[in-house]
């Protein structure tokens, strides 16, 4: 995905370059559009610590959405999960835990023991789920991570990016935003033990509702962070800060040169009729058409920006033509200017007319293309 170029407009704000970070690799995402504002090596593979478990979480919502899995389904805590090192829920040896406590102690504590003993309930072991894991990455299109395990404990062959984490808290967000509140929490107690979640942005800012913290000594103080200001919402992932305090403050200034230069606009509806086409030799003499999916456009604030649309047909449209096949293209411009291009789609099924309408189109389509009418 295009990262968006910087530009000066007399009737613009004037963006100024990314603000410098002490993070290795980071991403700004819009999350409505998919748009990446900022980037330093989005795509380099590095060790994601905790952020993994963004990963575990979503799998698990999944599961319940699909009715696989209850958030009040019990769980039996293995030595193997109780045992896991680093930071933790403190869930008891043996005993037995809902789901969805687990998920709390995964968002919030960053508990390892949960995301083991929620891995091994799901799948059976660690190890099946990281291929769970890793499919579910194959399918949402994170080209740069492989999964080993459920907590982001260091291990071989166990890497993200950037933009691969941008990628998954936007699928977080969309897919699964029943659970996404969980991600606002500040506090959890297990076990007679309160801890505090370790986004320090939900203290700092009330905009930032999400989502997760990651630290190892290979991969640094990582972070994932989300933000709603006046209806948009923006992804921060940060990389490799050199310290707790960093990472938060490199996730506040990505956020803050967003909101600040940017703005995002849905211009059209997908699936809405933008033109009933005339339609050659059909049943009915014109054909719906329009775009796919939303077109939702990050752009750089421009206090006098006039969108005009423009569509082109590929050839005069002739049935038979099925719903969804592309006839044409659909720019928007600013002014001179061309910000957008979609593919233009047939919305209904063109349907072929009969024996004496064809030959009468026919005629017609000669002389049209005889004369250039």
Sequence with gaps: MPTLTPTVNTASVMVPQAPQLSAKAWVLMDAD???????????????????TKLMTVYIATRDIQAGRLKPTDMVDVS???????????????????????????IIIDSGNDSAVAL????????????QMMNAMAQKLGLANSHFMNPTG????????????????????????????PLYANKYFTWNNIRQPNRNLLLWRDPTVDGLKTGHTEAAGYCMVSSALR?????????????SIENRSEDSQKLLTYGFRF?????????????????????????????????????????????????????????????????????????????????PLVALEDGKEGGLFTRLFDDVRMFFHNLFGG
Aim: glycine share 8%; no cysteine.
């Design 262 to 342: 940017f703005e995002t606009h849905t211009y059209e509806q997908g699936g809405k009729v933008l033109a009933n086409a005339p339609l050659w030799k059909g049943a009915k003499d014109t054909l719906a058409v329009g775009l796919l999916d939303n077109l939702t456009l990050t752009l750089p604030r421009k206090s006098n920006r006039n969108v005009q649309p423009r569509a082109t047909f590929n050839s005069p449209l002739q049935a038979p033509i099925a719903a969804g096949s592309v006839v044409g293209t659909y720019d928007l411009y600013d002014g001179d200017q061309k910000i957008a291009s979609r």
């Design 119 to 130: 891995a091994e309930h799901i799948a059976g072991s660690e190890d099946a789920f990281a």
């Design 33 to 51: 559009s998919g748009a990446i504002i900022s980037s330093q090596d989005p795509d380099e593979r590095l060790p994601p610590a905790s952020l």
């Design 153 to 180: 404990l260091p291990v071989d062959d166990h890497y993200s990016s950037a933009h691969d984490m941008a990628l998954l808290a936007r699928a977080i967000i969309h897919d699964e935003a029943g659970y996404y």
């Design 230 to 242: 006046d209806h948009q919402r923006l992804i921060a992932t940060v990389f490799g800060s050199n």
């Design 79 to 105: 030595s193997n999960a109780w045992s896991t090192g680093g930071s933790r829920m403190f869930l008891a040896e043996h005993s037995r835990v809902s789901v969805d406590d687990l998920l709390h102690g």
